[in-house]
């Protein structure tokens, strides 16, 4: 809507844009969908207003009358990201009225300092309304319950999830006053005797059920309208949703509270939720162009480099980092001169000396039974890895898979072998074939193009069943198509532009000199002695109030008490803390977190699960001892 009023077009024309460019985008990424569904269709209004509906005629909405922010100019309601103003967290001034793009706070309109209008700068001003609301409390024990039932989610989706249960679940409004979106059906209105004109459904309420909209769209394309039902009505039903850690909430309490308030539809299976990318260390912004576009990374490099480096680089346990230096890093030492080494040198060595068939196999030694072993078991490892979303252990497993093959031909030397013995260097070079196919069908799921270049150049099919993907069923005497380079260098000159245009886009007052993660610059002695770092202890602690993760603590640093705060409320009960010695940075800048001020930091020490644990002295130790 924001973007319709600076371009003066409809909001149809802005959906409609963005909804092609993305389905181009995707496609153009190797990524398909059975349904590219929209939120816009007649189906899902349908869809969702019935579900509203249901809801309402089964009294489950509290109805609420209130004061909002109201742009006096625009004759609008201020709701999310209408409004504009200073973040109470960190003080960026352009913070939206649902989060903080600098310091990923989530807030709402009222925390806003100095609101604005983001349509037309006004000061906004209280007015009353009404709204629906979805009583989550009384949700609660059964959400409790469910989630208890699924030990095996991801440790970062349970830890936010109980960090919701903890603060106690809220009432969530499920309606807006807004022009457009999915309007509240009147006469569901006048049953409560309340007015409808003027409000739509939360994007929230209702973008979960176009899941459902969608999949009715997809059995009506198929010819089978009923065929939705056997998909969110039947038990053996696994809905799965991929989503980034803001979304959690969505997904893991308000969407299933709604289901379960329904009755009709299945719960998820699982919601194995990503945490956040970062961009050359800062935050991704689209609105600000901090962001790297699909259609300009096309004109200059592959979609499998992108696909490989962040299946090896996903957030899914704790915040990462994208950078182009980390990216054409992976993309020469791994894809370039690992699996593309690899590949290339097989298939070159066979045209050459083999005529490009594929050549017998002779006597195994122990070097061949151990390649053999894991072309058999690695599939399956990483089989397992994917039905567990461990993308991440997949990709390097894969590729480890390409080194061990690469060393493989290094330590047998065909090119020795060659005249000594014909037999041994034709067993080498079958196995290494054999190696190329198992790795293209392995390669297919996160580098799916260079997959069907392979599958073309071994002369297969595109049809490689992934069971059989650690078999050696190419047979001798058959016959290769010419090697091709599958993946060419990437060079400095065509990656410092980007990072230059990302440092120019950069969000102003981001901390511009913030070093990638993989990047460790040496520091003298000098300036690590700059670092006061002192033993102190707990003396109180207890939780920040509105901050899920953060604990207030006073502590004994021996000359003198002070105030920290701390993100390790997830990790830590307050009760557990009091007493324990811990080490602080004695000498960092007072900071106002949430509003409250923080002397100092206590070191803790975290790993890839997200697991945390605070430093503590093995001995203990007099307050305010010095770390050196
Ligand atoms: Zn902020």
């Given at each position: 809507m924001l973007r319709a009023r600076t371009e003066g077009v409809s909001p149809q024309v802005i959906v409609d844009r963005y909804h092609e460019q993305n389905e181009k985008s995707f496609a153009r990424f190797g990524m398909s969908f059975d349904y590219y569904g929209r939120t816009s269709s007649p189906v899902h209004h349908e869809t969702s207003q019935d579900f509203f509906k249901k809801l309402a005629k089964d009294d489950v909405f509290t109805l609420k009358s209130e004061e909002q922010l109201f742009d006096p100019e625009a004759g609008i309601f201020l709701a999310d990201r209408f409004v504009r103003g200073t973040c109470p967290s960190c003080g960026y001034e352009d913070a939206y009225g649902d989060q903080c793009e600098k310091c990923g706070s989530s807030l709402s309109p009222e925390d806003l300092i100095e609101p604005r209008s983001a349509i037309t700068n006004a000061t906004p001003i209280r007015k009353k309304t009404s709204h629906w609301y979805l009583p989550l409390p009384k949700f609660q024990k059964r959400l409790e319950k469910w989630i208890g039932s699924h030990p095996e989610w991801k440790q970062n989706v349970l830890g936010q999830v109980k960090s919701w249960f903890n603060d106690g679940l809220r009432d969530r409004a499920v309606t807006r006053d807004l022009p457009w979106g999915v309007n509240i059906p009147e006469d569901v209105a006048k049953a409560k005797n309340t007015d409808a004109s003027g409000k739509v459904l939360y994007v929230w309420f209702d973008a979960p059920i176009g899941y459902i909209s969608a999949t009715k769209e997809w059995a009506e394309q198929k010819g089978e309208p009923e065929l939705w039902k056997k998909y969110w009505q039947e038990e053996s039903t696994r809905l799965i949703h991929f989503i980034g850690k803001d979304n959690i909430v969505f997904h893991c309490l308000i969407f299933p509270a709604m289901l379960m308030a329904h009755g009709d539809?299945?719960?998820?299976?699982?919601?194995?939720?990503?945490?956040?990318?970062?961009?050359?260390?800062?935050?991704?912004?689209?609105?600000?162009?901090?962001?790297?576009?699909?259609?300009?990374?096309?004109?200059?490099?592959?979609?499998?480099?992108?696909?490989?480096?962040?299946?090896?680089?996903?957030?899914?346990?704790?915040?990462?980092?994208?950078?182009?230096?980390?990216?054409?890093?992976?993309?020469?030492?791994?894809?370039?001169?690992?699996?593309?080494?690899?590949?290339?040198?097989t298939l070159i060595f066979n045209q050459k000396n083999f005529s490009g068939k594929v050549p017998p196999t002779g006597e195994y030694d122990e070097l061949d039974r151990e390649l053999i072993g894991k072309l058999k078991d690695v599939p399956v490892r990483l089989g397992e890895l994917i039905e567990k979303y461990q993308f991440k252990a997949y990709t390097r497993e894969f590729m480890d898979l390409a080194r061990f093959a690469n060393k493989y031909f290094n330590d047998k030397e065909p090119w020795k072998a060659l005249k000594a013995n014909n037999e041994a260097c034709a067993t080498t070079i079958n196995l290494c074939i054999q190696t190329v196919r198992t790795l293209s069908i392995l390669a297919e799921p996160i580098l799916p193009f260079s997959a069907r270049k392979i599958w073309k150049i071994l002369g297969i099919s595109e049809n490689q069943e992934w069971d059989k993907a650690g078999e050696l069923t190419l047979k001798e005497g058959h016959e290769l198509n010419k090697a091709e380079i599958l993946f060419s260098k990437i060079e400095d000159k065509t990656i410092e532009p980007e990072v230059r245009r990302l440092q120019e886009a950069a969000v102003p007052s981001a901390p511009a000199e913030q070093k990638e993660e993989t990047e460790m610059d040496k520091i003298n002695f000098d300036t690590f002695k700059q670092i006061e770092l002192r033993v102190a202890t707990i003396l109180e602690a207890e939780k920040v109030e509105k901050a899920n993760r953060l604990l207030k603590m006073q502590i004994d640093l021996g000359t003198e008490k002070r105030q920290i705060i701390a993100g390790i409320a997830e990790h830590y009960s307050p009760e557990e803390l009091v007493g324990k010695q811990i080490v602080v940075v004695a000498n960092l800048e007072p900071a106002t977190i949430r509003g409250v001020e923080s002397n100092g930091m206590l070191l803790a020490a975290t790993n890839e699960e997200g697991n945390l644990s605070i430093i503590t002295p093995q001995k203990a130790m007099p307050n305010g001892s010095k770390i050196s």
């Open positions: 539809y299945v719960l998820p299976e699982n919601v194995p939720a990503n945490e956040f990318l970062n961009l050359e260390g800062n935050k991704l912004s689209t609105s600000r162009d901090y962001a790297v576009w699909l259609d300009d990374y096309l004109k200059k490099f592959d979609a499998d480099s992108l696909r490989y480096v962040l299946a090896g680089n996903l957030p899914e346990t704790r915040d990462s980092d994208f950078s182009w230096k980390d990216f054409q890093a992976r993309h020469n030492n791994e894809l370039a001169d690992i699996l593309g080494n690899f590949i290339n040198r």
